[in-house]
C-alpha cells in the first residue's frame, strides 16, 4: 500500500521558526502599541453560531460563498456554526453578551477562516491583529483608531502605506444615495459586466467593489456617497479629517471606497502596502459599525475598528526589507566533547539562570557539534573537552568571531556571561 503523503490543506499554510516568531513579534508590537492606549486583550472562540456573522451582510461573498460550516453532533440542539471568517461580529456578540460598561475598547490577534480563492497573499486560513471600540460616537475615537493602525505600521518600519478614507453615510442619508446609485446603474445596466448586473439586484454599494476591467468606466462616473452626506454624517466626517490633519496622519479621500461587509456605517478606511505589487494589497481596513450590536439583539451602541492582515503585512515588511525575524534566544551553544555528560549539567544551569543555552546529542563529532552551534543562531559556543574537564575551566568562542576565545573558570561561567550578554 502506498504511504499516504499528507499536505497542508490548500489555501493553509505552515509557518516554522524564525517565520513563526516574527510573525509572534508582530503580534507583541501591535500589543504594546494597542495597550498603551488602554485596549484590553479579547480573547473569543474561533466558531460562533452562524447567525453571528450572518449580520456581516446576505449579499457578501463572505456570507454567501466563504464560510466555514458545520452542523453540532445534538440531534437534540441543532446549531449551525461557522468557523470565524473575521473578528468584528464575535466581538460585538461578547458585548452585547457580557455588556461592559462602555466605551469598551479591546484588541485582538488570531486566525480567521474564508474559504476564497488561494493566491499570494490570500489565504484560507489568516492571522490577523484589530481592535474594536464600543460606545463612542466622537470623530475624535474614529481618529485614535486610525492613528493606532498608523503608528503600528510605523512602528515596524514599514514606509509604503497609504490611507483611503470614505464616509459611507447612516440611515438618514444612505437611502437617497442609493436610490440615485440605483437608478445610475440601471440606466446604464447594458453595459455592466453580467456579475454586476446580478450584484445590482442585490447591494448597488457592492457594484462599486467590482475589479472587472468592463465596469470600470461605468463606475469612475457615478454618483459618491459624500455628495450625500446630511449635515450631521457630513459634519461626523469632517471631524474625521480635521483630527487626522491635526495628528499629520496623510489620507486620500476615496469616494467609491466599499468594503467587504455591509454592517459599516459612516467612516471607512483601507490601508495599502503600495510595496506590494499583487492584487492582495489591502494590509488592513476597517471603519463604524454603529448598527451592529442592536442587530446582533443589544442596545444601539456605536462602534468602530479595524483588523490588519498578518500574513500580508509579513509579506509587504519583506518587499520593504524591514522587520526581520528576531535573533535566536539561544544565546549560548554547549559543546562538549570531554567524554562526561558536561552538557547537560551545564546547559541546564544556563537555562535556570536566564540564559538561553542549547547543546548537541549523541556524542557527536567536535565538528559535527560545531555545525549544530552554527545552526542554533547562538553567537557563543562553549567548549569543553579533556584538557577544560581536567583544568575545570569552559573555553567561551564567540562565533561571530570578533574577540576570538577565553578561558573561563566553570565555577565562574555563569555570572561571566551575565556579564557579556548584559
Ligand atoms: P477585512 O478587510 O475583511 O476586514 O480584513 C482586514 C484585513 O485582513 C485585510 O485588509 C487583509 O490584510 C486581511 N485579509 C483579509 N482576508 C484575507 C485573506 N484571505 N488572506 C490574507 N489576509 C486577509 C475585516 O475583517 C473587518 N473585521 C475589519 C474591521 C474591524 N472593521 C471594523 N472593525
Known amino acids: ?29 501591535f500589543a504594546h502599541r494597542v495597550e498603551l492606549a488602554g485596549y484590553g486583550n479579547v480573547a473569543s472562540p474561533m466558531f460562533e453560531e452562524v447567525g453571528v456573522f450572518l449580520r456581516i451582510g446576505e449579499s457578501t461573498d463572505i456570507v454567501t460563498k466563504e464560510m466555514f ?86 512602528d515596524i518600519g514599514m514606509q509604503n502605506v497609504s490611507l483611503d478614507l470614505n464616509s459611507l453615510g447612516d440611515p438618514s442619508c444612505r437611502p437617497a444615495y442609493l436610490d440615485a ?53 457630513g459634519e461626523h466626517f469632517a471631524g474625521v479629517r480635521a483630527g487626522l490633519d491635526k495628528l499629520g496622519i496623510k489620507y486620500e479621500i476615496s469616494p467609491r471606497l466599499v468594503r467587504g461587509m455591509d454592517y459599516y456605517t459612516r467612516t471607512i478606511f483601507e490601508f495599502v502596502s503600495t510595496a506590494l505589487d499583487n492584487a492582495q494589497n489591502a494590509v488592513g481596513g476597517g471603519g463604524r459599525y454603529d448598527a451592529l450590536a442592536e442587530s446582533l439583539g443589544g442596545p444601539a451602541t456605536p462602534g ?31 559543546v562538549d566533547v570531554s567524554g562526561a555528560e558536561v552538557a547537560l549539567e551545564l546547559t541546564h544551569e544556563l537555562r535556570n539562570a536566564g540564559i538561553g543555552a542549547d547543546q548537541a546529542f549523541g556524542g557527536r563529532s567536535m565538528k559535527a557539534q560545531m555545525k549544530a552551534a552554527d545552526r542554533s543562531g547562538a553567537p557563543w559556543a562553549l567548549l569543553i573537552g579533556e584538557d577544560e574537564l581536567a583544568a575545570e575551566v569552559v573555553t567561551v568562542r564567540d562565533l561571530r568571531g570578533e574577540t576570538g576565545q577565553i578561558q573561563v573558570p566553570r565555577a565562574d561561567i555563569v555570572p561571566e556571561l551575565l556579564k557579556r550578554l548584559i
Open 181 to 233: 446609485l440605483t437608478e445610475y446603474f440601471q440606466d446604464h445596466s447594458a453595459e455592466l459586466s453580467e456579475q454586476s448586473q446580478h450584484t445590482l439586484k442585490v447591494n448597488p454599494l457592492r457594484v462599486l467593489d467590482s475589479k472587472r476591467e468592463q465596469d470600470q468606466a461605468m463606475i469612475d462616473a457615478a454618483p459618491v456617497m459624500v455628495d450625500f452626506l446630511s449635515a450631521e454624517t
Open 1 to 29: 500500500m502506498a504511504k499516504p503523503s499528507f499536505r497542508a490543506p490548500k489555501g493553509t499554510r505552515d509557518i516554522l521558526a524564525p517565520e513563526s516568531s516574527r510573525q509572534r513579534a508582530l503580534i507583541d508590537s
Open 304 to 334: 468602530i475598528g479595524f483588523a490588519l492582515g498578518v500574513d500580508r503585512i509579513l509579506l509587504a515588511c519583506d518587499a520593504e526589507g524591514v522587520f526581520p525575524a528576531p535573533e535566536s534566544a539561544v544565546k549560548v551553544f554547549v
Open 69 to 154: 460550516t458545520f452542523e453540532s453532533k445534538s440531534a437534540s440542539e441543532p446549531i449551525t456554526w461557522a468557523l470565524r471568517p473575521e473578528l468584528t461580529a464575535s466581538v460585538v456578540r461578547a458585548y452585547v453578551q457580557h455588556r461592559p460598561v462602555p466605551p469598551w475598547k479591546v484588541w485582538y490577534e488570531g486566525p480567521q477562516f474564508r474559504y476564497e480563492r488561494p493566491q499570494a497573499g490570500r489565504y484560507r486560513q489568516f492571522t490577523q491583529v484589530g481592535i474594536e471600540v464600543l460606545g463612542v460616537d466622537q470623530p475624535d475615537i474614529d481618529v485614535e483608531v486610525i492613528a493606532l493602525a498608523a503608528d503600528f505600521y510605523r
